[in-house]
C-alpha cells in the first residue's frame, strides 16, 4: 500500500518509539485504510483506485465519522444531508429494483448520473431526485442508520453454535419470543449465523467490510467479485465506465480487508458510565433480557453487548420498508444497547431509523414478539420504571 508522506513519517516515528508487535501495525495500517479517500479508475495511483461508479461515499471514515451513532440532519429543502444514512430498495421478497438495485447511491464518476438523493417527508424518509426514472412497481424502501463501530470484535467471535443455541431455546418460550438465526450462505458456499447490520446479515466481521466496499463504495472485494458495485443491467453508462480491476482481480484485495478488520477488531466495547445494578434486576424481569442478554459467551470469555444477535419480528410499527431476501420487513437484529449512553447523548436516534427519540419512545415501538414486554414496562411502578431507565442510559 501507498501511504502520504506524513503518515509514513508517523509510522516510522512510532516504530522508533516503541516496540510494535505486528498486529499493532497492522491495525494501524487498517485505521489509515478505513480513513482512506478511494478515487474512480483510471487514476495515476493504481492501488486506490476503483470508487464507483455509483457509490455512496469516498471512504469508510465519511459515514463512520465518529465511532458512535450520529444525527441525521436535514436541509432547509428536506434533503438529508448526512452520509451516515443509506436508502435501501426491495420488493417485499426483499429481490432488489432492476434499475436501481439494492441501495440508493447518491454520488458517481463523471459520466455516470448519480441515483438520486434522500429527502425526508412527512414521516419518514424517501428517495428523490430519482434520475433514472420510478421505482419498479411493488418496490419499497426504507433507511438504515450508521451503528457504532464499538466491541464488534467481541460479537464476531460468539459462535455461530451459541446463536443455534439461543434460537432452540426461543422456540420452547412461552411469551411469544421466537427470535431465529440469519442464517446465511457466504461466497464459498459455507452456511454461517448471520450477526452483523440490523438485518444481521453479515456473518462475519470481514464479509461485512467487504459487502461495505462494493455496496456504499463500488469496489469489488473477494467476496463480492464484480467491479460495479450496486449499477444494475439497466444502468448502462455505468457499466460502461472504467473499473479498477485487471484480470479478474479484486479492486480491494484480501490483504487491504484483513486490515481493516483488524482494526475495527481492536475497538474496545463502550465503557457504561455509571454502576446501576438495581435496574438490570428490573429489566430482566420486564422480558427486555429475553432479547437484549445481558452477556454473550465467546471462546475468550464474554461479552456485555445486551443482544442475542437473531432476529425477531416486532410487528408492523417497525416495518422497514425495504429488506433482504430471507428477511420480513418487521424483523430485525436485537440492537445492542452497549453504548446507549453515547447514542443518547449524541441525539441520534434510536432504532434502525433513529426514530425514537428517547428509552420510552423505543419500547413503545417494540410490537410482535416484543408486546408482552411491552406491556410489563408499561405496568412497572414510576420509580421503577426510572430506574431501569437510569441503568440503559448508562450503557
Ligand atoms: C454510505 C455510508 C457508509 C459507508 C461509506 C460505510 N458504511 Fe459501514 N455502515 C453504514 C450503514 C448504513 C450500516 C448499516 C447497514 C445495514 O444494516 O445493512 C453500516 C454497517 C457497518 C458495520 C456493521 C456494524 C454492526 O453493528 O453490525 C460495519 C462493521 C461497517 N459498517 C464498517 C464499514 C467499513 C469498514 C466501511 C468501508 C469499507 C464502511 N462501513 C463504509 C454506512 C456506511
Ligand atoms: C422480542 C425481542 C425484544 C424484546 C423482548 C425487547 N427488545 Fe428492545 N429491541 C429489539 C430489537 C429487534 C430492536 C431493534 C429494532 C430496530 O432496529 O428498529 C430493539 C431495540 C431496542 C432499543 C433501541 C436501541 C438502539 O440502539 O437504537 C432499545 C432502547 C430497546 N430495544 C430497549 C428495550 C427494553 C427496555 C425492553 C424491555 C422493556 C426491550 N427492548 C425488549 C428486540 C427486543
Known amino acids: 500500500m501507498k501511504l502520504r508522506p506524513r503518515r509514513l513519517g508517523l509510522f516510522l516515528a512510532v516504530l522508533f518509539l516503541m516496540p510494535v508487535s505486528a498486529l499493532a501495525l497492522d491495525e494501524m495500517i487498517g485505521r489509515a485504510l478505513f480513513r482512506r479517500a478511494w478515487v474512480p479508475a483510471p487514476s495515476s495511483t493504481k492501488a486506490n483506485d476503483g470508487l464507483g461508479p455509483l457509490f455512496n461515499a469516498r471512504s469508510c471514515a465519511a459515514c463512520h465519522r465518529t465511532l458512535d451513532r450520529l444525527p441525521v440532519e436535514t436541509g432547509a429543502d428536506g434533503i438529508v444531508a448526512s452520509d451516515h444514512m443509506v436508502l435501501r430498495i426491495s420488493d417485499p421478497q426483499g429481490s432488489p429494483d432492476p434499475v436501481?438495485?439494492?441501495?440508493?447511491?447518491?454520488?458517481?464518476?463523471?459520466?455516470?448520473?448519480?441515483e438520486g438523493r434522500v429527502t425526508r417527508t412527512k414521516n419518514g424518509y424517501a428517495p428523490g431526485d430519482l434520475a433514472y426514472g420510478p421505482l419498479a412497481p411493488g418496490m419499497r424502501f426504507g433507511v438504515l442508520l450508521a451503528p457504532s463501530l464499538r466491541g464488534l470484535g467481541g460479537l464476531d467471535g460468539v459462535s455461530d453454535?451459541?446463536?443455534?443455541?439461543?434460537?432452540?431455546?426461543?422456540?420452547?418460550?412461552?411469551?411469544?419470543?421466537?427470535?431465529?438465526v440469519n442464517w446465511v450462505t457466504?461466497?464459498?458456499?459455507?452456511?454461517?449465523?448471520?450477526?452483523?447490520g440490523w438485518k444481521a446479515s453479515q456473518p462475519t466481521l470481514a464479509v461485512q467490510v467487504q459487502t461495505a466496499f462494493a455496496l456504499d463504495l463500488g469496489l469489488s472485494t473477494p467476496e463480492h467479485a464484480g467491479p460495479q458495485g450496486d449499477c444494475t443491467a439497466a444502468q448502462t453508462a455505468c457499466l460502461a465506465a472504467p473499473m479498477g480491476s485487471e484480470g479478474g482481480e479484486a479492486e480491494i484485495s484480501a490483504e487491504i480487508v484483513s486490515r481493516i478488520t483488524s482494526y475495527l477488531s481492536s475497538i474496545q466495547p463502550p465503557e457504561p458510565t455509571a454502576a446501576g445494578a438495581s435496574g438490570l434486576s428490573s429489566f430482566t424481569a420486564t422480558g427486555c433480557a429475553a432479547c437484549h442478554r445481558p452477556s454473550l459467551p465467546t471462546p475468550s470469555g464474554s461479552v456485555g453487548a445486551f443482544t442475542d444477535l437473531l432476529l425477531h419480528d416486532l410487528g408492523p410499527d417497525l416495518d422497514g420498508g425495504a429488506t433482504e431476501p430471507g428477511v420480513a420487513a418487521t424483523e430485525w437484529r436485537t440492537a445492542p444497547l452497549w453504548g446507549l449512553s453515547r447514542t443518547l447523548a449524541n441525539a441520534a436516534g434510536l432504532m434502525h431509523d433513529g426514530r425514537a427519540r428517547t428509552i420510552e419512545e423505543a419500547v413503545g415501538l417494540h410490537g410482535g414478539e416484543a408486546a408482552f414486554s411491552r406491556t410489563r414496562f408499561r405496568?412497572?411502578?414510576?420509580?421503577?420504571?426510572?430506574?431501569?431507565?437510569?441503568?440503559?442510559?448508562s450503557l
Do not use: C, H, W
Not at 436501481?100 to 448519480?114: D, F, H, M
Not at 457466504?186 to 452483523?196: E, H, K, N
Not at 405496568?379 to 442510559?393: G, H, Q, V
Open 379 to 393: 405496568a412497572l411502578p414510576e420509580a421503577e420504571k426510572r430506574r431501569l431507565i437510569a441503568f440503559l442510559s
Open 186 to 196: 457466504d461466497a464459498r458456499g459455507l452456511r454461517r449465523a448471520g450477526r452483523f
Open 100 to 114: 436501481y438495485g439494492r441501495q440508493l447511491q447518491s454520488a458517481s464518476v463523471t459520466g455516470v448520473a448519480p
Open 161 to 180: 453454535e451459541m446463536l443455534a443455541r439461543f434460537a432452540s431455546e426461543n422456540a420452547r418460550r412461552d411469551d411469544g419470543v421466537r427470535g431465529r
